[in-house]
Protein backbone atom coordinates (compact mmCIF):
# COMPACT_ATOMS: atom_id res chain seq x y z
CA UNK A 1 0.00 0.00 0.00
CA UNK A 2 1.35 3.89 -0.90
CA UNK A 3 1.17 6.16 1.62
CA UNK A 4 -2.18 7.78 2.28
CA UNK A 5 -3.03 11.36 0.45
CA UNK A 6 -5.22 11.72 2.98
CA UNK A 7 -7.09 14.53 1.40
CA UNK A 8 -10.80 15.58 2.78
CA UNK A 9 -13.58 15.07 0.34
CA UNK A 10 -15.44 18.21 -0.59
CA UNK A 11 -18.86 18.82 0.86
CA UNK A 12 -21.58 17.68 -1.52
CA UNK A 13 -24.09 19.89 -3.03
CA UNK A 14 -27.66 19.83 -2.08
CA UNK A 15 -30.65 22.38 -3.99
CA UNK A 16 -31.22 25.60 -2.63
CA UNK A 17 -34.87 24.75 -3.15
CA UNK A 18 -37.98 26.43 -3.14
CA UNK A 19 -37.21 28.75 -0.11
CA UNK A 20 -33.89 30.31 -0.69
CA UNK A 21 -34.79 33.47 -0.11
CA UNK A 22 -35.58 32.93 3.41
CA UNK A 23 -31.47 32.72 4.17
CA UNK A 24 -30.13 34.66 1.42
CA UNK A 25 -32.39 37.54 0.30
CA UNK A 26 -35.28 37.46 3.59
CA UNK A 27 -37.00 40.45 2.25
CA UNK A 28 -38.23 38.59 -1.06
CA UNK A 29 -39.82 35.88 1.73
CA UNK A 30 -41.84 38.41 2.99
CA UNK A 31 -40.18 39.11 6.06
CA UNK A 32 -37.28 41.50 7.83
CA UNK A 33 -34.73 40.34 10.10
CA UNK A 34 -31.33 41.61 9.59
CA UNK A 35 -30.13 44.81 10.09
CA UNK A 36 -28.11 44.75 6.81
CA UNK A 37 -29.06 43.00 3.53
CA UNK A 38 -27.66 41.88 0.64
CA UNK A 39 -28.82 42.87 -2.87
CA UNK A 40 -28.66 43.42 -6.33
CA UNK A 41 -27.15 46.86 -6.17
CA UNK A 42 -23.59 46.70 -6.55
CA UNK A 43 -23.65 50.25 -6.99
CA UNK A 44 -22.82 53.23 -4.30
CA UNK A 45 -22.39 56.82 -5.59
CA UNK A 46 -18.75 56.90 -5.33
CA UNK A 47 -18.24 53.82 -7.54
CA UNK A 48 -16.34 54.19 -11.01
CA UNK A 49 -17.30 53.60 -14.34
CA UNK A 50 -20.20 53.12 -16.48
CA UNK A 51 -23.45 52.37 -15.00
CA UNK A 52 -25.34 49.57 -16.37
CA UNK A 53 -28.53 47.37 -15.81
CA UNK A 54 -28.19 43.70 -16.12
CA UNK A 55 -31.35 42.75 -17.17
CA UNK A 56 -32.27 38.90 -17.79
CA UNK A 57 -34.19 35.43 -17.34
CA UNK A 58 -33.55 31.67 -16.89
CA UNK A 59 -35.34 29.17 -18.88
CA UNK A 60 -36.20 26.05 -17.80
CA UNK A 61 -36.71 23.03 -20.98
CA UNK A 62 -40.05 24.40 -21.73
CA UNK A 63 -38.61 27.87 -22.55
CA UNK A 64 -40.53 28.63 -19.44
CA UNK A 65 -38.86 31.12 -17.14
CA UNK A 66 -37.60 30.03 -13.90
CA UNK A 67 -39.37 32.31 -10.85
CA UNK A 68 -37.72 30.78 -8.11
CA UNK A 69 -34.29 30.97 -9.49
CA UNK A 70 -31.68 33.15 -7.22
CA UNK A 71 -28.49 34.39 -9.35
CA UNK A 72 -25.02 36.03 -7.84
CA UNK A 73 -22.64 37.86 -9.90
CA UNK A 74 -18.99 38.33 -9.33
CA UNK A 75 -17.16 40.89 -11.21
CA UNK A 76 -13.87 43.46 -11.53
CA UNK A 77 -14.58 47.29 -11.00
CA UNK A 78 -13.96 49.33 -13.99
CA UNK A 79 -10.49 49.19 -14.03
CA UNK A 80 -10.32 45.58 -14.02
CA UNK A 81 -9.21 44.45 -10.31
CA UNK A 82 -10.79 42.71 -8.36
CA UNK A 83 -11.84 43.18 -4.94
CA UNK A 84 -10.04 40.08 -3.21
CA UNK A 85 -6.32 40.33 -2.48
CA UNK A 86 -5.11 37.05 -4.91
CA UNK A 87 -5.58 39.90 -7.54
CA UNK A 88 -2.61 41.79 -7.97
CA UNK A 89 -3.31 43.48 -11.01
CA UNK A 90 -2.18 47.39 -11.78
CA UNK A 91 -5.96 48.62 -12.01
CA UNK A 92 -7.32 50.78 -8.56
CA UNK A 93 -8.79 49.43 -6.11
CA UNK A 94 -11.99 50.64 -5.26
CA UNK A 95 -12.94 49.77 -1.24
CA UNK A 96 -16.63 50.48 -1.41
CA UNK A 97 -16.83 47.98 -4.24
CA UNK A 98 -17.21 44.86 -3.37
CA UNK A 99 -18.16 43.31 -6.85
CA UNK A 100 -20.74 40.96 -5.94
CA UNK A 101 -24.56 40.61 -5.86
CA UNK A 102 -27.08 38.83 -5.55
CA UNK A 103 -30.83 38.67 -6.81
CA UNK A 104 -34.07 36.55 -7.18
CA UNK A 105 -36.25 36.58 -9.84
CA UNK A 106 -39.65 37.93 -9.54
CA UNK A 107 -42.21 35.95 -8.63
CA UNK A 108 -44.63 36.37 -11.32
CA UNK A 109 -42.08 36.99 -14.99
CA UNK A 110 -38.91 35.31 -13.33
CA UNK A 111 -37.10 38.76 -14.26
CA UNK A 112 -33.43 39.55 -12.49
CA UNK A 113 -31.95 42.25 -12.11
CA UNK A 114 -28.64 43.88 -11.49
CA UNK A 115 -27.41 47.28 -11.07
CA UNK A 116 -24.02 47.65 -11.46
CA UNK A 117 -21.07 49.02 -13.46
CA UNK A 118 -19.54 47.50 -16.84
CA UNK A 119 -15.96 45.62 -15.18
CA UNK A 120 -12.83 46.60 -17.25
CA UNK A 121 -10.87 44.28 -19.54
CA UNK A 122 -9.41 41.27 -16.73
CA UNK A 123 -5.10 40.55 -16.88
CA UNK A 124 -4.65 37.16 -16.55
CA UNK A 125 -2.20 34.78 -14.82
CA UNK A 126 0.38 34.99 -17.69
CA UNK A 127 -0.69 38.81 -18.85
CA UNK A 128 -3.67 38.19 -21.84
CA UNK A 129 -6.21 40.50 -21.50
CA UNK A 130 -9.79 39.06 -21.32
CA UNK A 131 -12.67 40.38 -22.74
CA UNK A 132 -14.84 42.21 -19.95
CA UNK A 133 -17.15 39.58 -18.23
CA UNK A 134 -19.72 39.04 -15.15
CA UNK A 135 -19.29 35.91 -13.61
CA UNK A 136 -22.62 34.15 -13.07
CA UNK A 137 -23.45 31.08 -10.70
CA UNK A 138 -27.34 30.51 -10.58
CA UNK A 139 -29.25 27.74 -8.02
CA UNK A 140 -32.74 27.16 -7.64
CA UNK A 141 -35.28 24.44 -6.61
CA UNK A 142 -34.64 21.63 -9.76
CA UNK A 143 -30.97 22.72 -9.77
CA UNK A 144 -28.57 20.23 -7.75
CA UNK A 145 -25.67 22.02 -7.65
CA UNK A 146 -24.76 25.88 -8.70
CA UNK A 147 -24.10 26.24 -12.17
CA UNK A 148 -21.88 28.80 -13.35
CA UNK A 149 -21.34 30.86 -16.66
CA UNK A 150 -20.51 33.61 -17.63
CA UNK A 151 -22.25 37.48 -19.13
CA UNK A 152 -19.62 38.85 -21.99
CA UNK A 153 -20.32 42.46 -23.93
CA UNK A 154 -22.24 42.57 -27.11
CA UNK A 155 -20.67 46.09 -27.57
CA UNK A 156 -16.82 44.77 -26.85
CA UNK A 157 -16.88 42.70 -30.36
CA UNK A 158 -13.36 42.78 -30.95
CA UNK A 159 -12.13 41.78 -26.96
CA UNK A 160 -14.58 39.06 -27.66
CA UNK A 161 -13.17 37.69 -30.72
CA UNK A 162 -9.84 37.32 -29.06
CA UNK A 163 -10.91 36.29 -25.43
CA UNK A 164 -9.34 32.91 -24.40
CA UNK A 165 -12.09 31.77 -22.52
CA UNK A 166 -14.85 32.45 -25.28
CA UNK A 167 -12.25 30.28 -28.12
CA UNK A 168 -12.52 27.28 -25.88
CA UNK A 169 -16.05 26.76 -27.03
CA UNK A 170 -15.75 24.87 -30.29
CA UNK A 171 -19.14 25.91 -31.82
CA UNK A 172 -18.93 30.12 -32.66
CA UNK A 173 -23.33 29.51 -32.41
CA UNK A 174 -22.54 28.36 -28.49
CA UNK A 175 -20.30 31.59 -27.92
CA UNK A 176 -23.12 33.77 -28.35
CA UNK A 177 -24.99 32.34 -25.69
CA UNK A 178 -22.75 34.69 -23.04
CA UNK A 179 -23.45 37.77 -24.93
CA UNK A 180 -25.44 40.36 -22.97
CA UNK A 181 -26.98 42.75 -25.82
CA UNK A 182 -26.81 46.17 -25.57
CA UNK A 183 -29.27 49.10 -25.52
CA UNK A 184 -30.00 52.45 -23.89
CA UNK A 185 -33.74 52.43 -22.06
CA UNK A 186 -34.82 56.36 -21.05
CA UNK A 187 -31.41 57.10 -20.91
CA UNK A 188 -30.41 54.34 -19.31
CA UNK A 189 -27.59 51.46 -20.40
CA UNK A 190 -29.38 48.05 -20.38
CA UNK A 191 -27.75 44.38 -20.84
CA UNK A 192 -30.06 41.96 -21.77
CA UNK A 193 -29.55 38.22 -21.31
CA UNK A 194 -31.13 34.98 -21.82
CA UNK A 195 -29.82 31.62 -19.78
CA UNK A 196 -31.15 28.68 -21.24
CA UNK A 197 -30.74 25.73 -18.94
CA UNK A 198 -31.76 23.14 -21.86
CA UNK A 199 -32.81 23.09 -25.98
CA UNK A 200 -31.04 24.26 -28.98
CA UNK A 201 -29.66 27.11 -27.52
CA UNK A 202 -28.07 25.86 -24.16
CA UNK A 203 -26.30 28.42 -22.89
CA UNK A 204 -22.61 27.05 -22.22
CA UNK A 205 -22.00 26.20 -18.48
CA UNK A 206 -18.66 25.98 -17.11
CA UNK A 207 -17.25 23.15 -14.49
CA UNK A 208 -14.45 26.04 -13.52
CA UNK B 1 -22.77 6.06 12.77
CA UNK B 2 -20.47 8.33 12.79
CA UNK B 3 -21.51 10.28 9.81
CA UNK B 4 -19.16 13.30 9.66
CA UNK B 5 -15.65 11.30 9.49
CA UNK B 6 -13.88 11.20 6.32
CA UNK B 7 -10.73 8.84 6.02
CA UNK B 8 -8.97 9.22 9.57
CA UNK B 9 -6.00 9.56 10.82
CA UNK B 10 -6.90 12.08 14.47
CA UNK B 11 -9.32 10.15 16.29
CA UNK B 12 -9.50 12.84 18.12
CA UNK B 13 -10.42 15.51 15.81
CA UNK B 14 -12.11 13.01 13.35
CA UNK B 15 -10.12 14.18 10.40
CA UNK B 16 -7.10 14.17 8.93
CA UNK B 17 -4.14 16.15 10.26
CA UNK B 18 -3.75 19.81 7.49
CA UNK B 19 -1.26 19.87 5.74
CA UNK B 20 0.19 22.67 3.77
CA UNK B 21 -1.20 22.61 0.28
CA UNK B 22 0.87 22.03 -2.97
CA UNK B 23 2.27 24.61 -4.54
CA UNK B 24 1.10 25.29 -8.12
CA UNK B 25 -0.80 28.24 -9.97
CA UNK B 26 -3.29 29.01 -7.25
CA UNK B 27 -6.26 27.48 -8.72
CA UNK B 28 -8.51 25.13 -6.68
CA UNK B 29 -8.52 21.38 -6.79
CA UNK B 30 -10.57 19.65 -9.82
CA UNK B 31 -14.05 19.39 -8.32
CA UNK B 32 -14.92 15.74 -7.95
CA UNK B 33 -18.15 15.61 -9.57
CA UNK B 34 -18.80 11.50 -8.75
CA UNK B 35 -19.63 12.71 -5.18
CA UNK B 36 -22.59 15.28 -6.25
CA UNK B 37 -25.59 15.12 -7.61
CA UNK B 38 -25.59 14.98 -11.11
CA UNK B 39 -28.02 17.81 -12.94
CA UNK B 40 -30.17 14.86 -14.05
CA UNK B 41 -31.52 13.25 -11.43
CA UNK B 42 -35.21 11.62 -12.41
CA UNK B 43 -36.03 10.97 -9.04
CA UNK B 44 -36.09 14.11 -7.97
CA UNK B 45 -38.56 15.70 -10.90
CA UNK B 46 -38.08 19.21 -10.39
CA UNK B 47 -34.54 18.57 -11.75
CA UNK B 48 -35.21 17.26 -15.61
CA UNK B 49 -36.71 20.35 -17.11
CA UNK B 50 -34.08 22.44 -14.89
CA UNK B 51 -30.77 20.50 -16.21
CA UNK B 52 -28.43 21.39 -18.70
CA UNK B 53 -27.80 18.26 -20.81
CA UNK B 54 -24.12 19.68 -22.61
CA UNK B 55 -21.61 18.90 -21.52
CA UNK B 56 -19.78 21.57 -19.23
CA UNK B 57 -17.23 22.99 -20.46
CA UNK B 58 -13.76 22.49 -18.40
CA UNK B 59 -12.05 25.91 -17.44
CA UNK B 60 -8.51 26.03 -16.23
CA UNK B 61 -8.83 28.25 -12.73
CA UNK B 62 -8.58 32.31 -13.98
CA UNK B 63 -8.43 35.03 -11.67
CA UNK B 64 -12.06 35.25 -12.60
CA UNK B 65 -12.38 31.54 -10.53
CA UNK B 66 -9.98 32.04 -7.89
CA UNK B 67 -11.12 35.62 -6.40
CA UNK B 68 -14.20 35.71 -4.57
CA UNK B 69 -15.93 37.96 -2.53
CA UNK B 70 -14.58 38.97 1.20
CA UNK B 71 -16.98 40.07 3.88
CA UNK B 72 -16.57 41.27 7.35
CA UNK B 73 -17.92 41.68 10.85
CA UNK B 74 -19.75 45.08 9.20
CA UNK B 75 -21.68 43.10 7.37
CA UNK B 76 -23.30 41.38 10.20
CA UNK B 77 -25.47 41.77 13.23
CA UNK B 78 -25.33 41.14 16.68
CA UNK B 79 -27.80 38.52 16.48
CA UNK B 80 -27.18 36.88 13.15
CA UNK B 81 -26.38 33.89 14.51
CA UNK B 82 -28.65 33.19 16.74
CA UNK B 83 -31.98 32.33 15.35
CA UNK B 84 -33.83 31.71 18.94
CA UNK B 85 -33.62 35.23 19.15
CA UNK B 86 -33.24 36.97 16.02
CA UNK B 87 -36.72 37.17 15.67
CA UNK B 88 -38.11 36.80 18.93
CA UNK B 89 -41.50 39.25 19.02
CA UNK B 90 -43.15 37.90 23.02
CA UNK B 91 -41.02 34.50 23.51
CA UNK B 92 -38.91 31.93 22.46
CA UNK B 93 -39.39 30.39 19.24
CA UNK B 94 -41.41 26.53 19.86
CA UNK B 95 -38.75 23.35 19.43
CA UNK B 96 -36.05 21.43 20.83
CA UNK B 97 -33.32 23.83 21.62
CA UNK B 98 -30.53 23.13 19.44
CA UNK B 99 -26.16 24.67 19.04
CA UNK B 100 -24.98 23.98 15.47
CA UNK B 101 -21.34 23.94 15.34
CA UNK B 102 -18.36 23.02 13.50
CA UNK B 103 -15.66 24.22 11.34
CA UNK B 104 -15.95 25.24 6.96
CA UNK B 105 -11.92 23.25 5.91
CA UNK B 106 -10.62 22.90 2.48
CA UNK B 107 -9.82 19.66 1.41
CA UNK B 108 -6.47 19.87 2.93
CA UNK B 109 -7.63 19.85 6.18
CA UNK B 110 -7.17 23.52 6.95
CA UNK B 111 -9.88 25.84 8.29
CA UNK B 112 -11.48 28.37 6.16
CA UNK B 113 -10.96 31.48 8.30
CA UNK B 114 -13.55 34.49 7.78
CA UNK B 115 -15.58 33.16 5.62
CA UNK B 116 -19.83 33.81 5.14
CA UNK B 117 -21.78 31.27 6.25
CA UNK B 118 -25.58 31.31 6.04
CA UNK B 119 -28.26 28.83 7.26
CA UNK B 120 -31.94 29.26 6.52
CA UNK B 121 -34.47 26.23 7.87
CA UNK B 122 -38.41 25.19 8.60
CA UNK B 123 -39.70 25.95 12.28
CA UNK B 124 -40.11 23.26 14.77
CA UNK B 125 -43.33 22.06 12.54
CA UNK B 126 -41.71 22.02 9.41
CA UNK B 127 -43.01 25.37 8.00
CA UNK B 128 -40.99 27.92 5.96
CA UNK B 129 -41.53 31.79 6.94
CA UNK B 130 -41.67 32.05 2.82
CA UNK B 131 -44.80 33.49 1.22
CA UNK B 132 -44.62 30.90 -1.55
CA UNK B 133 -45.14 28.01 1.42
CA UNK B 134 -48.67 26.60 2.14
CA UNK B 135 -47.87 24.04 4.39
CA UNK B 136 -51.22 23.29 6.97
CA UNK B 137 -48.42 23.56 9.93
CA UNK B 138 -48.63 26.96 11.50
CA UNK B 139 -45.88 29.82 11.38
CA UNK B 140 -44.00 30.28 14.40
CA UNK B 141 -44.76 34.75 15.66
CA UNK B 142 -41.05 33.89 17.14
CA UNK B 143 -39.23 32.64 14.58
CA UNK B 144 -37.67 34.19 11.57
CA UNK B 145 -35.67 30.38 10.64
CA UNK B 146 -32.90 32.60 8.87
CA UNK B 147 -29.20 33.38 10.42
CA UNK B 148 -25.74 33.74 9.13
CA UNK B 149 -21.94 34.07 10.49
CA UNK B 150 -18.29 34.46 9.70
CA UNK B 151 -16.04 31.19 10.62
CA UNK B 152 -13.16 32.49 13.22
CA UNK B 153 -9.32 32.27 12.43
CA UNK B 154 -9.65 28.31 12.66
CA UNK B 155 -12.61 27.89 10.21
CA UNK B 156 -14.73 27.21 13.33
CA UNK B 157 -18.94 28.74 13.28
CA UNK B 158 -21.51 27.55 15.72
CA UNK B 159 -25.03 29.08 16.03
CA UNK B 160 -28.36 28.43 18.06
CA UNK B 161 -31.78 27.46 16.73
CA UNK B 162 -34.75 25.31 17.43
CA UNK B 163 -34.52 21.58 15.70
CA UNK B 164 -36.78 21.81 11.95
CA UNK B 165 -39.44 19.84 11.59
CA UNK B 166 -39.92 17.81 8.46
CA UNK B 167 -42.36 18.25 5.79
CA UNK B 168 -44.37 16.83 2.97
CA UNK B 169 -43.60 18.32 -0.45
CA UNK B 170 -44.58 17.55 -4.20
CA UNK B 171 -42.93 15.23 -5.46
CA UNK B 172 -44.05 12.07 -5.18
CA UNK B 173 -47.60 11.70 -3.61
CA UNK B 174 -46.33 11.30 -0.56
CA UNK B 175 -42.80 12.45 -0.10
CA UNK B 176 -41.32 14.34 2.91
CA UNK B 177 -38.24 16.08 3.83
CA UNK B 178 -36.60 14.74 6.51
CA UNK B 179 -35.81 18.01 9.04
CA UNK B 180 -32.75 19.90 7.54
CA UNK B 181 -30.92 23.21 7.82
CA UNK B 182 -29.78 24.75 4.35
CA UNK B 183 -26.54 26.10 4.14
CA UNK B 184 -25.12 28.85 2.03
CA UNK B 185 -20.90 28.86 2.18
CA UNK B 186 -18.26 31.17 0.02
CA UNK B 187 -14.72 30.50 0.90
CA UNK B 188 -12.00 32.58 -0.86
CA UNK B 189 -12.73 32.18 -4.50
CA UNK B 190 -16.15 32.01 -6.21
CA UNK B 191 -15.66 28.29 -7.51
CA UNK B 192 -15.75 27.41 -3.80
CA UNK B 193 -19.25 28.70 -4.08
CA UNK B 194 -21.13 25.61 -1.92
CA UNK B 195 -24.67 25.86 -1.05
CA UNK B 196 -25.94 22.50 0.10
CA UNK B 197 -28.15 20.72 3.58
CA UNK B 198 -27.34 19.45 6.69
CA UNK B 199 -29.27 16.83 8.19
CA UNK B 200 -29.30 14.87 11.90
CA UNK B 201 -28.76 11.43 12.57
CA UNK B 202 -31.07 8.70 13.09
CA UNK B 203 -33.90 10.03 10.95
CA UNK B 204 -35.60 7.89 9.46
CA UNK B 205 -36.62 9.78 6.56
CA UNK B 206 -32.96 10.14 5.34
CA UNK B 207 -33.06 7.20 3.18
CA UNK B 208 -36.27 7.76 1.31
CA UNK B 209 -35.83 11.42 0.77
CA UNK B 210 -35.59 12.15 -3.07
CA UNK B 211 -33.19 15.24 -2.99
CA UNK B 212 -31.03 13.40 -0.02
CA UNK B 213 -30.45 10.50 -2.37
CA UNK B 214 -29.83 12.20 -5.63
CA UNK B 215 -26.28 12.12 -4.44
CA UNK B 216 -24.72 9.04 -5.92
CA UNK B 217 -22.14 8.48 -3.16
CA UNK B 218 -23.00 6.83 0.47
CA UNK B 219 -20.04 8.07 2.13
CA UNK B 220 -20.68 11.61 0.83
CA UNK B 221 -24.33 11.05 2.06
CA UNK B 222 -23.13 10.53 5.41
CA UNK B 223 -21.33 13.00 5.11
CA UNK B 224 -24.30 15.15 5.07
CA UNK B 225 -25.49 14.01 8.11
CA UNK B 226 -24.55 15.60 11.68
CA UNK B 227 -24.23 13.49 14.78
CA UNK B 228 -25.74 14.16 18.24
CA UNK B 229 -22.45 16.18 19.86
CA UNK B 230 -23.79 15.70 23.50
CA UNK B 231 -20.65 17.36 25.02
CA UNK B 232 -20.93 20.37 22.88
CA UNK B 233 -24.69 20.39 24.63
CA UNK B 234 -25.32 23.19 26.96
CA UNK B 235 -26.82 21.05 30.21
CA UNK B 236 -30.77 21.66 30.90
CA UNK B 237 -30.94 24.17 27.66
CA UNK B 238 -29.35 22.71 24.58
CA UNK B 239 -28.26 20.07 22.69
CA UNK B 240 -25.85 20.34 19.73
CA UNK B 241 -25.46 18.77 16.22
CA UNK B 242 -22.19 18.98 14.75
CA UNK B 243 -21.70 19.55 11.16
CA UNK B 244 -18.12 20.21 9.37
CA UNK B 245 -18.25 21.47 5.55
CA UNK B 246 -15.70 21.10 3.32
CA UNK B 247 -14.88 23.23 0.71
CA UNK B 248 -12.56 22.90 -2.51
CA UNK B 249 -8.65 22.76 -1.78
CA UNK B 250 -6.37 25.40 -3.24
CA UNK B 251 -2.87 25.09 -4.90
CA UNK B 252 -0.82 27.89 -3.18
CA UNK B 253 1.37 30.64 -5.49
CA UNK B 254 3.66 32.99 -4.32
CA UNK B 255 3.28 36.69 -4.80
CA UNK B 256 5.56 39.59 -3.21
CA UNK B 257 7.10 36.69 -0.66
CA UNK B 258 4.24 36.09 0.88
CA UNK B 259 1.82 32.59 -0.50
CA UNK B 260 -1.32 33.34 -1.28
CA UNK B 261 -4.19 31.13 -1.38
CA UNK B 262 -3.89 30.01 2.07
Given at each position: MPQPLNYLKETASQTAGPYVHIGLIPAMAGFDIFEKNFSNVLVTPNTKGERITLEGKVLDGTGSPLRDVLLEIWQANAAGRYNHPADRSAGALEDEFRGWGRAGSDFDSGLVTFETVKPGAITDKTGRKCAPHINVW??????????????????????????????????PVRRATLIAKRSERAGKIVYSFTINLQGPEETVFFDV | MNAQAPALRDPRLNRPEPFTPPLGDGGFFQRDR?????????????????????ALLSLENSISEITGPVFGHNDLGPLDNDLIRNYAKDGDPVGERIIVHGRVLDETGRGVPNTL??????????????????????????????????????GYYYFRTVKPGPYPWRNYVNSWRPAHIHFSVFGSGFAQRLITQMYFEGDPLIPVCPILTTIP?????????????????????????????????????????????N
Amino acid sequence: MPQPLNYLKETASQTAGPYVHIGLIPAMAGFDIFEKNFSNVLVTPNTKGERITLEGKVLDGTGSPLRDVLLEIWQANAAGRYNHPADRSAGALEDEFRGWGRAGSDFDSGLVTFETVKPGAITDKTGRKCAPHINVWIVARGINIGLNTRLYFSDEEAANAADPVLNLIEQPVRRATLIAKRSERAGKIVYSFTINLQGPEETVFFDV
Amino acid sequence: MNAQAPALRDPRLNRPEPFTPPLGDGGFFQRDRSIHPPAHAPGYKSSVLRSPRQALLSLENSISEITGPVFGHNDLGPLDNDLIRNYAKDGDPVGERIIVHGRVLDETGRGVPNTLVEFWQANAGGRYRHKKDTYLAPIDPNFGGCGRTLTDDTGYYYFRTVKPGPYPWRNYVNSWRPAHIHFSVFGSGFAQRLITQMYFEGDPLIPVCPILTTIPDKDALDRLVAPLDLNASTPFDSLAYRFDIVLRGQRSTYFENRTAGN
